[in-house]
């Protein structure tokens, strides 16, 4: 069975600071895929970033860049130059190939302070 | 494209009230799934569907059916309501091809159980 696991329910950042979300995930198949997705107060899910397992490099969208730890299992999203629209909530998540379901973490609400 | 549309938007139910939250894409997608939106858990699937005539459980089925009788849509069925079915609702779609397919998601149904 698949789980990911997000350590931090709260985050805060000044605006343009850095910030880094954590996330841990568990699966013992070797095709998988890890997204990240952000729900404003609107509660729209927007993929924010993913990244294929298989792919060593790590993802990068404009501000958002991920650090992907295959050994470690580790994937964590880095907001650069943070923005006051960055503030919601950003869930973690992970679908394996097989069975195509896609399984959340439990989400971190970023606050970014003016 | 109107994506995927979810209806209601809002509903209050009484105890053991029957009722189903409709879900359709025009998007052509295989893959279908539900999921609930409980604070601190994340979202959770509840059912999926692989295509038409196929559907599947998740990790929270019990309580709810579902159906995909054609592919355009998905609609999910509460038998008898009970206080703790009180979530928020997100219907998703997207292609089967792979797991690496971006998951596209409906606004919402935020149901209330009394």
């Known amino acids: 069975a698949q789980t990911v696991t997000q350590s931090q329910p709260e985050m805060s950042v000044q605006e343009a600071e850095t910030v880094t979300l954590s996330c841990t995930y568990d699966?013992?198949?070797?095709?998988?895929?890890l997204f990240w997705y952000k729900q404003p107060p609107s509660r729209q899910m927007i993929l924010v970033i993913r990244?294929?397992?298989?792919?060593?490099q790590n993802a990068t969208e404009n501000r958002f860049s991920v650090n992907f730890q295959k050994a470690a299992k580790s994937f964590s999203l880095k907001i650069s130059d943070s923005q006051l629209g960055d503030a919601a909530m950003y869930f973690c998540a992970c679908r394996v190939g097989a069975t195509n379901k896609l399984i959340f973490g439990t989400g971190t609400l970023l606050a970014v302070q003016p | 494209n109107a994506g995927v549309t979810q209806t209601p938007k809002f509903q209050v139910l009484k105890t053991g009230q029957s009722m189903t939250l409709q879900c359709a894409q025009d998007?052509?997608?295989?893959?279908m799934s539900w999921y609930r939106q409980d604070p601190g858990m994340g979202l959770r699937l509840i059912h999926y569907s692989v295509g038409a005539g196929i559907t599947d459980q998740g990790e929270v089925p019990n309580g709810y059916n579902v159906s995909r009788s054609t592919t355009e849509d998905f609609p999910l069925r509460l038998l008898s309501a009970a206080p703790s079915q009180t979530s928020v609702y997100f219907c998703?779609?997207?292609?089967?091809?792979?797991?690496?397919?971006?998951?596209?998601f409906g606004p919402g149904t935020r149901l209330l159980v009394l």
């Open positions: 990244q294929e397992a298989y792919k060593q």
């Open positions: 998703a779609s997207s292609y089967r091809r792979g797991g690496g397919e971006t998951q596209y």
């Open positions: 998007m052509n997608h295989e893959y």
């Open positions: 699966t013992s198949e070797s095709d998988y895929y």
